[in-house]
């Protein structure tokens, strides 16, 4: 999946920078330089909720595109209520994806 999402996001233009865990993206300034962050809810180790929770505790505030393979109303009320830009359900369709990121990006404030 990783790495279809890679070729999706190259394909459209984006500089993606993919990560196999929270704690391997934890490990490097990736987030610092991040627009946007496109999250899996299930990761292993950190859950996508607990990483963004991190982040936003560290003064990284950036959009957020969840994506999971368990749909739960549980899962979803929390995902929206983090204020994330998108919910999506895998298998996730690549024009949905990219275009969540292109709203992610809309909102950034002017550098």
Known sequence: MRKALERLL??????AVLFPSAEA?????????????????????LSGFELRRRLAAAGLARPVIF????DEPSTRHE???????????????????LAAIRRALAIQPAA
């Open 10 to 15: 190259r394909a459209a233009g984006f500089r």
């Open 25 to 45: 993206l934890l490990a490097t300034d990736a987030a610092d330089l991040a627009a946007c962050l496109v999250l899996d809810i299930q990761l292993p180790g």
């Open 67 to 70: 994506i999971t393979a368990h």
């Open 79 to 97: 995902a929206e209520g983090s204020g994330c830009i998108a919910y999506l359900r895998k298998p996730v369709e690549g024009t949905v994806l």
